[in-house]
């Protein structure tokens, strides 16, 4: 095992603004960034950082584990030359219960769309900004975010519902 | 359906029948699949369908990703809620006479998906006529299915709408 690389500890210095504070993991960092500034910090590891690829982006719902309850999670690329320079980090947002909303980073990666729109289905968070905040796969009358951890994963009935009003009134 | 000949008939022998026995010969042994495969038993009935177990041997080869140009559908996959309502659509956009065959463990009960978005059976919203089990079940069982199609055929021609 190497310490953090070179590399690495640039980048902290880069963001340092941004940075609440960091946590570590079996040698893997993760920054905690406040959700104010998590479109300035994007663009910024974008733009002159180089991490040009949002590998996912994703949601965590600790419900009574952990306070706040959820978490939005970026997981972002570098493309570099070297080994040394090929990163992968981690950014968390840490969002409360109640109504939980956070800025998109569509604006930064496009391809943050369907990653949002998936967030916002499962989890039922808000991207304020989103260019087409919509379901992305349950259907558009769909009554919960089924993977909230408060929600029974056997409860069918809305899927029943929306299924019969799929069939009455013909496919879209 | 009886078959004569005799020194009567000039060598030449002749058959007594009924229209529909013969109509059903004919469909029991030219079944057009429709493959609806969703998951994984599809790959299962991509084998069934190819050469080494060779489906042709019971006349129903021709699959068709046309609703209207075939018999059977074959449903062989996960079906969720937001998909049975396809499934549905296409299977009424085929025409009468129509079998389905249900294949593998999830079309016949939810398989080990018990979960809010996965139909616990397509005979939810589809009339099956032959369940086969397994996760997913062996070419051989579904041709059995088809077998037991054709049986069905022979016995009870078209279904009754
Ligand atoms: S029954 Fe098993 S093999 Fe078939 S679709 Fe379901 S999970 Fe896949």
């Known amino acids: ?172 | 359906m009886g078959v004569s000949s005799g020194p009567l008939l000039g060598g030449d022998g002749f058959l007594t029948t009924k229209i529909s026995a013969v109509a059903n010969w004919g469909r029991k042994h030219s079944l057009w699949p429709m493959a609806f495969g969703t998951a994984c038993c599809a790959i299962e009935m991509m084998g069934t369908f190819s050469s080494r177990f060779d489906i042709a041997r019971f006349g129903a080869e021709a699959v068709r990703f046309s609703p209207r140009q075939a018999d059977l559908m074959i449903v062989s996959g996960t079906i969720t809620y937001k998909m049975a309502s396809v499934c549905r659509r296409i299977y009424e956009q085929m025409p009468e006479p129509k079998w389905v065959i249900a294949m593998g463990s999830c079309t016949c009960g939810g398989g080990p998906f018990d979960s809010y978005a996965v139909v616990q059976g397509i005979d939810e919203f589809l009339p099956v006529d032959v369940y086969v089990g397994g996760c997913p079940p062996r070419p051989e069982a579904l041709i059995d299915a088809v077998m037991k199609i054709q049986k069905k055929i022979e016995n009870e021609g078209p279904p009754i709408v």
């Open chain 1, 1 to 172: 095992m190497t310490s953090p690389t070179e590399p690495f500890d640039q980048i902290r210095e880069k963001i340092s603004g941004y940075i609440l504070s960091e946590s570590s993991f079996r040698g893997e960092s993760s920054f905690i960034v406040a959700s104010a500034s998590i479109v300035k910090c994007c663009s910024r590891l974008k733009n002159t950082l180089g991490f040009t690829y949002l590998a996912d982006l994703t949601v965590v719902d600790y419900l009574t584990v952990k306070f706040p309850r959820y978490e939005v999670v970026y997981l972002l690329h570098r493309f570099g030359d070297s080994y040394e320079e090929n990163l992968r980090i981690r950014l968390k947002v840490a969002l409360e219960q109640d109504d939980p909303a956070i800025d998109s980073v569509t604006s930064v990666w496009s391809g943050a769309n369907w990653l949002e729109r998936e967030a916002y289905d499962m989890f039922g968070i808000t991207f304020r900004g989103h260019p087409d905040p919509r379901r992305i796969l349950m259907p558009d009358d769909y009554d919960h975010f089924p993977l909230r951890k408060d929600f029974d994963v056997r409860d069918r009935e809305s899927s029943k519902r929306c299924f019969k009003r799929a069939l009455d009134e013909g496919l879209e």
